[in-house]
């Protein structure tokens, strides 16, 4: 199962011949409940917090903490390296909190008196209790707290930030290049399968990463692996033999129902954070299905700093345009995955990273699929994607390059002439 219309298998029909008794028994209960269940969960005990440093202008290293008391020691509970007047996004569990940010003149990640600082108690939180049940939970339009730094600000306590990755890419152990193989038990269908339909325990339990194959080097050229909905870094394991070795991989795994918004940012906050730290010096991205939409929203926030050193972009039977399915799913179906709303033709994601222009890079290479078996006969769709959304006119205007391979939507990782000519793009 790789999309939504494998689960909820109602494109083979308009929405009138389909009414919400039917979609619910095409969604086993179990399903339903645990995506309510988690839901609820995210409503009672989260929220997002959106912030905008100012008072440091063009400064690209501001450290921003979420502290928390803990019985009269601060727990240092989120961090992130951003920038001057940049939109940033915080996940938090429900507490009371205390945001410190500094200036990182020398970019040592470490706080010293001098530098301009902030310190505010109770931030405002965008709590999920408080918004409207069922509707979409997009960070770009909740209210926004601007903070002010100041050089008349001294904290009473050294922050050391030089040990701490980012947050959102830590849990438990630290999944910010953590070494892992391609048999990671967080890679499992079962793992898979809690990333869709409970993501915030997904969240808690396994936690967004960066990881990857051999320790990181920084004199190497990098590839980021993004994978699909209701999918794992996995389904990169035949193609990863086809890349030269000169390269490292960096497998980027979330859970594939949260919000788009939210995971594009985790990846773009992870990208910089690795620039930011070992400078290194090109990245190339390689995603499949629903995770081009995450690359492409990644490269739509991201600043220069990411951007120039981004030379490919390579998407493999990614539904630019959107899925019916998804609306299909927003319409009828008694409990809405968060990331429905995104996947919806027309969305406000779509249109927002429709609008990215790649004509001054990265060269986007678009691979579209167009059967429902290798070698198999021409469809208007991969078993899981229509063409049509697979090209979307958006996508093809800012492509370099655009190939079709008669196979569906997985058999394409495993396609001996798809392997070939990724590791032939990688080599030009």
């Known amino acids: 199962m790789h999309l939504i219309d494998n689960l909820l298998q109602i494109r083979i029909a308009s929405a009138k011949s389909f009414p919400l008794l039917l979609i619910t028994s095409l969604l086993s209960a179990c399903v339903l409940q645990d995506l309510d269940e988690d839901l609820e969960h995210a409503r009672q005990d989260y929220g997002y917090f959106k912030g905008r440093i100012t008072g440091a202008e063009n400064s690209a290293n501001i450290q921003f903490l979420f502290v928390r008391d803990d019985g009269g020691d601060e727990l240092v509970e989120k961090v992130r390296t951003i920038r001057y007047d940049e939109t940033f996004y915080v996940l938090v569990v429900r507490a009371e909190y205390t945001v410190v940010a500094f200036e990182d ?70 999944n910010f290049l953590r070494i892992i193989t391609w048999d990671e038990e967080s890679f499992s269908d079962e793992n898979v399968q809690l990333g869709m339909w409970q993501p915030i325990a997904f969240e808690e339990d396994v936690g967004f990463g960066l990881c990857v194959l051999e320790e990181f080097d920084p004199a190497k050229n990098s ?89 490919i972009f390579v998407s493999i039977a990614s539904p630019f345009g959107g ?51 290798t070698g198999g006969e021409r469809k208007d769709d991969d078993g899981v994607v229509s063409v049509e959304s697979q090209l979307d006119e958006s996508a093809q205007a800012g492509a370099t390059a655009v190939y079709g391979f008669a196979d569906n939507h997985t058999g394409v990782m495993r396609n001996d002439e798809a392997l070939l000519l990724v590791a032939t793009i990688l080599g030009e």
Not at 138 to 148: A, F, G, K, N, Y
Not at 248 to 269: A, M
């Open 105 to 174: 003149a020398n970019g040592d990640f470490v706080y010293q008196p001098g530098e301009p600082t902030a310190r505010l108690r109770n931030p405002v939180v965008n709590w999920f209790s408080d918004l409207q049940a069922n509707e979409p939970v997009d960070p770009d339009v909740l209210s926004l707290q601007e903070i002010e730094l100041s050089a008349d600000t001294i904290l009473d306590r050294e922050y050391d930030l030089s040990h701490h990755a980012v947050q959102d890419l830590t849990k438990g152990t630290a």
């Open 223 to 311: 590839i980021v692996l993004v994978h699909g909905i209701n999918d794992s870094p996995r389904v990169f394991r035949e193609l990863a033999e086809a890349i030269p070795d000169n390269y490292q991989l960096l497998l980027f795994h979330y859970p594939s129902s949260f919000p788009l918004n939210y995971t594009s940012y985790v990846l773009d906050e992870g990208l910089d954070e690795l620039i930011q730290r070992y400078d290194i010096p090109q990245i190339d991205v390689i995603a499949h299905s629903m995770g081009g939409l995450v690359s492409k929203g990644m490269i739509y926030q991201a600043d220069s700093l990411v951007t120039d050193r981004l030379r």
């Open 323 to 373: 899925h019916s399915a998804a609306a299909h799913g927003i319409r009828w179906a008694p409990v809405i995955a968060p990331v429905w709303w995104a996947m919806t033709p027309g969305s406000p994601y779509l249109q927002k990273i429709a609008s990215v222009d790649l004509s001054e890079g990265p060269d986007h290479h678009l691979i579209y699929t167009y059967s429902h078996e």
